[in-house]
């Protein structure tokens, strides 16, 4: 088992497909970009496999794909069917602009569950804050996963004077289809000139929410290991979480570990150190042990960050990677 000095087992692996993505999102992407390297310096379809099964061998048992956009990967289609074949529950975070071409991926892989990012319902406002213009695709890939019977979950990464004027918008649209928004504390990372100021933070949300809904939100049971408090409008066929990384971390239950797309593993999203897996396996070397280590290593919480002011200093979060490079 991957067990860290505090005794938490983690069986929860994101792998980062690639850093490259269609979109540009503010709050993830740095305004230059990020830079550009070889794709020698990245996993192949079968260095990610390699990997990911032997975090497997040590207990993973839920791998979740993302980026970057895992989906703009040439490869993508070959590598979550040879994921498929391992003895995980298979999942995936995209921004669904190439959703409809992989369909039959996803069932034929088993996964049934969606994380897509919808950060506005406005077109105008969603293509300001990705800088591209795909919002009618995403639409219609996001509709075309609910027909298709797939679980959808919606992410949106609220920020004042940008997207928190939609709270109830985005709430509105669980009345009537089977879908879950999960409102995301913006969080810090190198190059998205983060300012708390600019965040809502879970106390706001909530008064937000109250002052419209008042006794009609349910508080719902939240699952082992889950990031977000979740809730139901009554009534209501879908649901709604906030997932409170900023205002308040779950790290004391945390199972999740990382793997970029440059097979480091990273023990923590705020971790600011890394451990070299690709380089090992490409010497010939085992990478158990670096694996162990690492997890044992890993920091009580936040990558070590113990104080909101810590947490919110600009010197700590520049150590650590732009969002778009570590695989949300
Ligand atoms: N491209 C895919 C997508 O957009 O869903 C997968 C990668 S993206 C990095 C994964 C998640 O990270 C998205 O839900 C995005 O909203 C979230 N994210 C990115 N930057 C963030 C930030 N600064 N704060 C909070 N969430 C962020
Ligand atoms: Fe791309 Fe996803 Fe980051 Fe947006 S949030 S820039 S879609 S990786």
Request: hydrophobic share 40%; glycine share 6%.
């Amino acid at each position: 088992m991957l067990k860290d000095k505090f005794g938490r087992v983690h069986d929860y692996l994101r792998i980062s497909l690639t850093e490259r993505c269609n979109l540009r999102c503010t709050y993830c992407m740095p305004a230059d970009g990020i830079e550009l390297r070889p794709k020698s310096h990245f996993m192949t379809q079968h260095e990610v496999f390699a990997i990911a099964s032997e975090f497997v061998r040590h207990g993973v048992k839920k791998i979740r794909l993302t980026g970057g956009e895992p989906l703009v990967r040439k490869d993508a289609r070959e590598i979550i069917e040879a994921l498929a074949g391992l003895p995980v529950e298979l999942a995936i975070t995209t921004n669904g602009i190439l959703v409809d071409e992989f369909i039959d991926t996803f069932k034929t892989a088993g996964i049934n569950a969606i994380n897509v990012s919808l950060d506005s319902l406005q077109k105008a406002k969603f293509n300001q804050i990705t800088r591209r213009d795909y919002f009618d695709r995403i639409i219609a890939n996001i509709n075309l996963l609910l027909h298709s019977g797939f679980h959808v979950k919606l992410n949106a990464v609220l920020i004042k004077g940008v997207n928190d004027d939609e709270l109830i918008d985005f709430i509105e649209l669980t009345k009537h289809q089977k879908l879950h928004y999960r409102f995301i504390e913006f969080m810090p990372f190198n190059g998205n000139s983060w300012n708390w100021e600019k965040g809502l933070s879970y106390k706001e949300i909530m008064t937000q929410i109250g002052a419209r809904y008042g006794s009609r939100i349910e508080r719902l049971a939240d699952a082992k290991n889950d990031t977000a408090k979740n809730f139901r409008i009554s009534d209501y066929k879908g649901t709604f979480a906030v997932i409170t990384s900023v205002t308040n971390p779950f790290c004391d239950s945390c199972n999740r570990i990382r793997l970029t797309a440059d097979g480091k593993l990273k023990n923590c999203l705020f971790s600011g150190t890394e451990t070299d897996l690709l380089s090992a396996f490409r010497r010939g070397e085992y990478i158990e042990q670096l694996i162990l280590d690492s997890i044992w290593d890993k920091k009580a919480q936040r990558g070590g960050l113990n104080s909101f002011d810590q947490f919110s200093n600009a010197l700590y979060h520049n150590q650590n990677r732009a969002m778009v490079a570590i695989g949300g």
